[in-house]
């Protein structure tokens, strides 16, 4: 069975922090990233990781302020978030997919990814 399965997620003051994880099992995978999506807003990129950790990539909304981190021998992959604004309120899923990329472009799109976790809300208060 193949599951995605996040948490961390809460309630936090404005600049405060929290740091999401995202266990994966049933499946080995490649690339691995997370999406963010807003009561009435679409779904948008966060954050992704090459297998290896060598390659992140961040939406510049965020950039500077969360760090993408991997355990492969966990397959769990993380989401460290800083500076936290009431902007970044949402419901925050992580994806993973068995391909690997080349290019930011390919894992800043939802369609790169095949399996999603459940979804952690993530609240910022001001």
């Known amino acids: 069975q193949v599951q995605l399965v996040e948490s961390g997620g809460g309630l936090v003051q404005a600049g405060g922090s929290l740091r999401l994880s995202c266990a994966a099992s049933?499946?080995?995978?490649?690339?691995m990233g997370w999406f963010r999506q807003a009561p009435g807003k679409e779904r948008e990129f966060v954050a992704a990781s090459s297998r290896s950790g060598g390659y992140t990539y961040y939406s510049d909304s965020v950039k500077g302020r969360f760090t993408i981190s991997r355990d492969n021998a966990k397959n769990t992959v993380y989401l460290q978030m800083n500076s936290l604004k009431p902007e970044d309120t949402a419901v925050y899923y992580c994806?993973?997919?068995?391909?690997?990329?080349?290019?930011?472009?390919?894992?800043?799109?939802?369609?790169?990814?095949?399996?999603w976790g459940q979804g952690t809300q993530v609240t910022v208060s001001s």
């Open positions: 049933g499946r080995t995978f490649s690339s």
């Open positions: 994806a993973a997919d068995v391909r690997a990329y080349y290019g930011g472009s390919y894992y800043s799109q939802s369609s790169s990814y095949d399996y």
